[in-house]
């Protein structure tokens, strides 16, 4: 990972605020007292500094890799507080997962029992993994997430992690499933079963992908208000669920069928009648699972733009945690007093709108409550494409994108968006794919090469634990539930290439496409690295270095450039 740059911008209030973190900027902590086992940048950046005028003074930007353990402050400013960080976890987490998910999941685990089981040993080993997110992001408090944990861990082979990350960025890291579902939900409320309607599914989750771009791209502020209202009132939507269903099965009311008997609770024998206990297919389910849980390091990827990044990063996302895993779990128990469980197994990601139409009647469980829950997942897109835009624009400062500059500016309209514009395009093209299922494959191909940078972030903070005992961690998590997730993760990266009991090699080779497609991608990033940073400069007898440029805004990028070898080398 590059450092950062010494740079100052005045504040509308006549203050100067650290654009980017430096030295001089923030004091280094434990880093600082000699205890700091500095390591020489390979880089050029101080011999290649590059100058920066604004009014009558000088700017130095200088980039180290040491420099990664200090703040930032993004060239937009520290906009979130402690709220809009909370929300933005909420509303990244809350999303389409428990409004389309749990009818999949129940028809491939069988039984009510070990659904609620997955929900529940989702938020336990989801909380395993936030503990290392926030180790991570108090010991580097700067947006850019994983990406800024691998680069810092691994800096050998050089530009080996960074291209990782940014390839499977760029190709894997768009918004498509939720769009989708708002998609299909608009349609249902409107009578229209999406089946039978993919282009007009397709059409409105475009037309949604394409006005939060432009919000987000070009009214700031008016996007962050937008998301944080989303945010509440998806959390409002799961609690009135919630309180209806209980209220009607306590009355023992049925407005869309009278005369159906009331059904109470089930036995404890009846909830695990039907489970299927084969890891494959469980490890699928749970793909599912987590991606209902994925968001929890939402925050991480914005933290340049939080104000008091540390403190607000280890209260908020706890919360966030205990908030989503008490919600899902009863949300979860209300589809299953009101939905019958052969319904539900058949209602694909429509599990929500069949809730609605049996608990409130054809006319208001039909059109008016679907919408919310089109509305959730449209939420859901504002704050992912907004963290994500965040996580575009590091990597493109980074140097490794085509044209980095276009994509690292946050001109015109002081937000990023070049970097919107690198997140939107692969969204639209994957939105369009004509396929039936492609929903539940869109949820696999992002889950699984994410199991690849669990581990590596897991193993990265052992790592660090004895390598660079000096840094200073304001947060630590426990190592059994660090070990725990490496172990979990190694087991759901072997998953998909276990067969099912009398399971033929096709039907096989089918259900692990995903995890192909996802190993696929991660091999084309070093593929793309091994050209970038190994091959072309033997074949051009150069070597790659790094320099820096200041852009108009303000925003300081790298430029990979060309060092000829020297007869010797």
Request: charged letters at 15%; glycine letters at 8%; a positive charge.
């Amino acid at each position: 990972m590059t450092g950062t740059v010494a740079l100052h911008l005045p504040t509308p209030h006549g203050e100067t605020t650290p654009l980017l973190g430096t030295q001089a900027s923030f004091p280094r902590s434990n880093t600082s007292q000699g205890r700091h086992r500095r390591q020489k940048s390979t880089s050029s950046s101080e011999s290649s500094a590059s100058s920066f005028n604004s009014g009558d003074v000088d700017f130095i930007a200088r980039r180290d890799i040491e420099d990664g353990v200090l703040p930032e402050t993004a060239v937009l400013g520290r906009t979130l507080g402690w709220k809009s960080a909370y929300i933005l976890i909420i509303s990244r987490v809350i999303g389409s997962g428990i409004f389309a998910t749990p009818g999949a999941i129940v028809s491939s685990v069988g039984s009510i029992g070990l659904s609620l089981t997955l929900w529940v040993a989702g938020a336990i080993i989801s909380w395993f993994g936030l503990a290392v997110g926030l180790e991570y992001g108090c010991m580097l408090p700067r947006s850019g997430g994983d990406k800024v944990y691998l680069e810092f861990t691994y800096r050998h082979p050089r530009f080996l992690a960074s291209t990782i990350v940014a390839v499977h960025a760029v190709l894997l890291g768009f918004t498509a499933s939720n769009c989708i579902v708002f998609g299909e939900y608009i349609l249902f409320a409107l009578g229209k079963h999406p089946s039978e309607h993919r282009v007009e599914v397709r059409t409105l989750a475009v037309t949604l992908m394409t006005l939060i771009t432009i919000i987000h791209g070009c009214f700031l502020r008016t996007g962050i208000f937008i998301q944080n209202l989303l945010g509440w009132i998806k959390v409002g939507l799961i609690l009135f669920m919630t309180l209806a269903s209980a209220v009607v099965v306590l009355a023992g009311y049925r407005p869309t069928a009278p005369t159906e008997p009331t059904r109470l609770l089930p036995s404890w024998d009846a909830i695990w009648e039907g489970s299927v206990w084969n890891w494959g297919i469980i490890s699928t389910a749970l793909f599912k699972v987590f991606y209902s849980y994925s968001g929890l390091q939402n925050v991480n990827n914005v933290l340049n733009e939080v104000r008091d990044p540390v403190k607000t990063l280890r209260s908020a996302a706890p919360t966030a945690l205990f908030t989503t895993c008490l919600l899902y779990f009863l949300v979860n128990v209300a589809y299953f007093l009101i939905v019958p469980l052969n319904e539900i197994k058949k209602s694909g990601e429509l599990i929500a709108a069949l809730f609605f139409q049996r608990l409130l009647g054809e006319t208001t469980g039909r059109i008016f409550l679907p919408l919310a829950v089109a509305i959730s997942a449209a939420g859901n897109v504002m704050v992912v494409t907004f963290s994500l835009a965040r996580l575009n624009q590091e990597i493109a400062r980074q140097g490794l994108l085509p044209c980095g500059h276009l994509w690292s500016s946050s001109r015109p309209f002081g937000a990023p968006l070049g970097a919107l514009l690198v997140h939107y395009v692969p969204s639209v093209v994957v939105i369009c794919v004509p396929a039936k299922n492609i929903y539940s494959f869109i949820l696999d191909v992002e889950g699984y090469p994410g199991q690849f940078f669990v581990l590596a972030t897991s193993l990265g903070l052992i790592w660090l634990r004895k390598t660079r005992p000096d840094l200073n961690r304001p947060y630590k998590a426990f190592l059994s539930a660090v070990w725990a997730r490496i172990a979990l993760s190694l087991a759901m990266i072997a998953a998909p290439f276990i067969p099912t009991v009398g399971e033929s090699h096709r039907d096989h080779l089918f259900r692990a496409s995903y995890a192909l497609v996802g190993i696929s991608v991660l091999v084309f990033a070093v593929l793309y690295w091994s050209v970038l940073a190994v091959i072309l400069p033997r074949l051009g007898r150069y070597r790659l270095d790094e320099a820096t440029e200041v852009l108009q805004d303000g925003t300081v990028i790298t430029k990979l450039i060309h060092i000829p070898r020297g007869e010797n080398e």
